[in-house]
């Protein structure tokens, strides 16, 4: 479970929290709204952008991990549909306009992230560092770096079992 001694105040009225067990679990407790806090996943969208053997790779330029290869990604907001949030996260670091094309699968239960990965295709643009970005790449397959998010390995293993079925 996720540690949540840092939740200390009541979202609705801002008294002090007490640890109380619901369940098996200790979990932040307002005795004044007699409510349980529970803190919510964030989401997230991976996207696989191709072209031909390769896969588009952006440097990060922001924490976390600054400096660091990795796959284009990003948060979810509030009212965001996955699909929309990948399109922008994908033209954010890479200025490329995409649309999803396959829904590769959702990867949960390594943390506070809840990852939804996609393959993209790209509409238009060139692949250029955006904002959050220092560089991009297309990279083979097989000369892939080691990539710093905890289910980058689960993805790449699972896109290469899907490039194997089409």
């Not at 007490?18 to 996943?41: A, H, L, Q, S």
């Not at 992230?113 to 692949?127: D, K, L, R």
Request: proline share 6%.
């Amino acid at each position: 479970m996720v540690e949540l001694s840092h939740i200390n105040y009541c979202q609705r009225c801002g008294s002090s929290l007490v640890r109380k067990n619901e369940g098996d679990k200790k979990r932040p407790y307002c005795e004044i709204c007699r409510t349980f806090t529970y803190v919510d996943p964030k989401v997230a969208v991976v996207a696989l952008v191709i072209c031909q053997t390769s896969i588009l790779l952006i440097k990060r330029d922001i924490e976390p991990h600054l400096g660091k290869w990795s796959l284009p990604s990003g948060y979810v907001d509030r009212g965001e549909s996955l699909e929309n949030a990948l399109i922008r996260e994908v033209f954010e670091e890479t200025t490329i306009c995409s649309i999803p094309s396959h829904y590769l699968g959702v990867f949960s239960g390594k943390g506070p992230v809840v990852v939804h990965v996609y393959v993209v295709t790209c509409t238009s643009g060139t692949a250029k560092p955006g904002d959050e970005v220092s560089e991009v790449k297309w990279c083979e397959f097989d000369e892939i770096p080691k990539l710093p998010f905890p289910y980058d390995c689960e993805i790449i293993s699972e896109f290469k079992n899907y490039l194997s079925t089409i």
